[in-house]
């Protein structure tokens, strides 16, 4: 069985300031992916970031990066130059790609404030 | 348009109540998966379905059904619904042809409340 935890229920951050959520994930397989969900007050669940585990680049997009560390089973999302519409719940989440069934951690609140 | 939809966005139904949330995309997508969300909590998997032909049990399918209709539409149903399935239910699309990487994208949620 695979497991996610985002140990960081919530995080503030000033606008146009840099933060970093933390995930970590346990899985015995060999080929997976993750990924970075955003959840605005809107509810939808929007697609940030994915990452494939046999990449060693790390992902990039726009203002959203990660830090994947497969050794220590830690995949980081980085948001630079924080913008008020950043304000949402962010779930990391795990697929390892035989079954195809996403494994989601609890989700970390984050608020950009001024 | 959106490409992946939900009906109804928001409902309120009774314990006993026989209740169908639907789900329909436009993604050409194969594969389709139902989840819920609690507060406090990440999406749990309920059911997902590869194709027409093939459904599977998710970590909570107690409680629940579906049916793959054709491979743009997926329902789940509450056979009689009681107030701990009151959630958030989303409904989700993969591509299974996209190398590998199966990203999902995810509709706009139902809100369900059981009284």
């Known amino acids: 069985a695979q497991t996610v935890t985002q140990s960081q229920p919530e995080m503030s951050v000033q606008e146009a300031e840099t933060v970093t959520l933390s995930c970590t994930y346990d899985t015995s397989e060999s080929n997976y992916y993750l990924f970075w969900y955003k959840q605005p007050p809107s509810r939808q669940m929007i697609l940030v970031i994915r990452?494939?585990?046999?990449?060693?680049q790390n992902a990039t997009e726009n203002r959203f990066s990660v830090n994947f560390q497969k050794a220590a089973k830690s995949f980081s999302l980085k948001i630079s130059d924080s913008q008020l519409g950043d304000t949402a719940m962010y779930f990391c989440a795990l697929n390892t790609g035989t079954a195809s069934k996403l494994t989601f951690g609890t989700g970390t609140r984050l608020q950009v404030t001024l | 348009d959106a490409d992946v939809t939900q009906t109804p966005r928001n409902r309120i139904t009774k314990t006993g109540k026989r209740i169908m949330l639907e789900c329909s995309q436009t993604k050409g997508h194969d594969r389709m998966y139902w989840y819920r969300q609690d507060p406090g909590l990440g999406l749990q998997l309920i059911y997902y379905s590869f194709d027409v032909k093939d459904i599977n049990k998710g970590e909570i399918s107690d409680g629940y059904s579906v049916s793959r209709q054709a491979q743009a539409k997926f329902s789940l149903s509450l056979e009689s619904a009681i107030p701990n399935q009151t959630a958030l239910y989303f409904c989700?699309?993969?591509?299974?042809?996209?190398?590998?990487?199966?990203?999902?994208?995810f509709g706009p949620g139902t809100r369900l409340t059981v009284l």
């Open positions: 990452q494939e585990a046999y990449k060693q």
């Open positions: 989700a699309t993969s591509d299974s042809g996209t190398g590998g990487t199966d990203t999902q994208y």
